[in-house]
């Protein structure tokens, strides 16, 4: 019997239902109750649109910024830890979800501040538990040893990841917001500091940068702080004044 949640990686015994058959999407919250025993897989396209939405509003990703290039490819399912009763509504089962997201992204090479387009696999791992619901009372099919959901005795132990590899977290009320899951699932796939694939063309500009940098810098010494161009120009003139006076007195 299993005693703790895990992920879920074979699920062909008992086919989760497709989501859009019960005109579910991503881009509204489930609400628990719409979340079948064989649970629901989402395969669905995320919009460019909504991708630069939850880009814009999640943490930033140190100074690099990230635009999508195209819409996202979604592959999760979402499943309950635990069988639902039939005939209640007030239950809000522990859930696991289970999948990827993958995107293209349109980024700057940090090195050569080139356009760099690095596709994204985004590992979607998650078991969210009910957070205490004081109307709930006593009963709920919350805990992973009350009901077991028996697709979950189906899964192949060896294809388990490790527990203490998945997430855990919870949610509240009975809307499970799995945009939210989706939009930090990709925060967390976003590379720190994207660069060309191409090395040698990318070192190639990297080094012709440096180059015009350097030639930049020495100009500007060569000429001066230009802060102090006025100053300059008025000693210049003082100094053609003194020497046209030929005073020369010193
Ligand atoms: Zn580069």
């Given at each position: ?18 989501a ?21 897989h ?62 293209t992204?349109?980024?700057c ?49 060896e ?48 080094q ?43």
């Amino acid at each position: 019997m299993l005693t703790c949640p895990v992920g879920l990686q074979s699920l062909s015994a008992v086919p989760t239902i497709q989501a859009f058959e019960l005109g579910l999407s991503i881009t509204r919250p489930l609400q628990i109750q719409e979340l079948p025993n064989e649970g629901l897989h989402y395969g669905e396209k995320v919009s460019e649109t909504l991708l630069s939405d939850l880009l814009e509003h999640g943490p930033a990703r140190g100074s690099v910024r990230f635009h999508p290039e195209g819409p996202a490819d979604l592959d999760i399912e979402v499943v309950p830890a635990t069988q639902l009763r039939p005939g209640t509504t007030t239950q809000r089962p522990t859930i696991r979800i289970h999948g990827h997201v993958e995107l293209t992204l349109n980024s700057c090479c940090v090195r050569c501040l080139c356009d760099v387009r690095p596709r994204i696999h985004a590992p979607v791992e998650i078991t969210l538990h009910p957070d205490k619901d004081p109307l709930e009372g006593i009963g709920t099919a919350s805990k992973p040893s009350d009901l077991e959901n028996p697709q979950l005795e189906s899964w192949d132990e060896e294809t388990f990841p490790q527990p203490e590899a998945l997430d855990e977290d919870s949610y509240q009320g009975t809307d499970v917001f799995l945009l939210d899951i989706v939009r930090e699932a990709i925060q967390l796939a976003l590379p720190s500091s994207p660069t060309c694939k191409d090395t040698d063309a990318c070192d190639l500009r990297t080094q012709q940068l440096i180059r015009e940098a350097n030639a930049e810098i020495e100009a500007s010494n060569a000429e001066g702080d230009p802060r102090w161009a006025a100053l300059r120009a008025l000693k210049r003139e003082i100094d053609e004044t003194n020497h046209g006076g030929g005073t020369g007195n010193h």
